[in-house]
Structures are given as C-alpha cells and as structure tokens.
T-cell receptor, first 114, second 110 residues
C-alpha cells in the first residue's frame, strides 16, 4: 500500500505570492490533516478534513486555507506569503475521525519564502 | 489552552537506555502518542497509549503514563545510533485535534 504523498517536496516563493500544496492520502483513508513545522514553534495543527468538510481548525490566519476532494486528496493554499511562512508543511492521513485512528505522515513540503 | 511540553535535547551513549519525557495540560486527552522524525522525513508513529493504561511495552519501547500528573515518558532500551532522531509526544482528546510537543532531539553517541 502506497504511503502518503505530498507534492511538491520543495518550493521557493517570494513574499506576497501564493502557494498551493497537495497531499494524496493512503488509499481508503478519508481524513487528511495538515501541520506546519518550524524550528521555533514545533508542529502546529492547521486543519483537518473529512469527507470534503473541514472538521477541525488550528489557530492560523485566514491566509491559510484548504480543501478536500471527493477522492480524499487534499490541497492547502497560503495566500500573500510572509517570510514567517517558511516551514515544513506536513500532511497526515487516517482512516477516519475516531480518536483511536492512527495518523500516517507524508514526507512534507519544504516551503521557503524569500 | 492545550499544550504539550518536552525537553529539547537528550544525549545518551550507545547501549544505554534513553528516557524522553513529556507533560500535557488537557485532562481530556484520550490517546497519547510518540512519533519519531528522522532528517528529511515525515513523522513515523512509534507507539501510543490509551489514557486508562499506565504502561505499554513494545519491544525496546516502554511508555509510562501518569495521568494524575499528566506526564508521559518513552523509554528506549539498548539505544542504538539509528535511534538518533527527533521524538514528538502528542495528545489527542476531546477536541479530536492532535497537540504536539516541540520535539526532543535524541543524540546517540557511539
């Protein structure tokens, strides 16, 4: 079974631009979560999608948005990029929302904002 | 609010035991997890413990949970150089959100 895949793996953008990151969950998994990882803040939860609906949201500004498609693939978008958005963005998938469902992480997309 | 705290660094000698500690604030945390992150990779789930358990052992890994003090630990027996990585503690509870600690960087000295 293929793992969680994220594209692209690396991205360089400049301030003010926008970016879209993609995540394909493990086949059969319906829940996708997104995290931002930075050296100073650790791993911060962005949002979680299940059946094309956002089920949970972290404390990030509205510049961060996401969506999930009917095949469970998910995208996250960051508009008006700031230097502080430079981070590793991790996607995780799980079978569903049950609290005992395990999360499986992708390798991440490293975003650098210049 | 919900918070998970870990110490930032731990250094041990190969063959010794490593103990990584974590404290969390959300008393409704139902599941507590330990993840491992190697350089350039995502997070790998190592083990997890349900809040009604005190201990869970899985080969070289032992998880201890003190629910009263909201303290979780991960013990790695016979630590190897391949265990060098960042270890994250995470809690999940009433809000269903995963709250991660900042990670503990484990360095194993040969």
């Amino acid at each position: 079974k293929a793992g969680v895949t994220q594209t692209p793996r690396y991205l360089i953008k400049t301030r003010g631009q926008q970016v879209t990151l993609s995540c394909s969950p493990i086949s059969g998994h319906r829940s996708v979560s997104w995290y931002q990882q930075t050296p100073g803040q650790g791993l911060q939860f962005l949002f979680e999608y299940f059946s094309e609906t956002q089920r949970n949201k972290g404390n990030f500004p509205g510049r961060f948005s996401g969506r999930q498609f009917s095949n469970s693939r998910s995208e996250m978008n960051v508009s008006t990029l700031e230097l502080g958005d430079s981070a590793l963005y991790l996607c995780a998938s799980s079978p569903g929302l049950a609290v005992n469902n395990e999360q499986f992480f992708g390798p991440g997309t490293r975003l650098t904002v210049l | 609010g919900e918070d998970v705290e870990q110490s930032l660094f731990l250094s041990v000698r190969e063959g010794d035991s490593s103990v990584i500690n974590c404290t969390y604030t959300d008393s409704s945390s139902t599941y507590l997890y330990w993840y491992k992150q190697e350089p350039g990779a995502g997070l790998q789930l190592l083990t997890y413990i349900f809040s009604n358990m005190d201990m869970k052992q899985d080969q070289r890994l032992t998880v201890l949970l003190n629910k009263k003090d909201k303290h979780l630990s991960l013990r790695i027996a016979d630590t190897q150089t391949g265990d060098s990585a960042i270890y994250f503690c995470a809690a999940r509870g009433g809000t269903y959100k995963y709250i991660f600690g900042t990670g503990t960087r484990l360095k194993v000295l040969a």
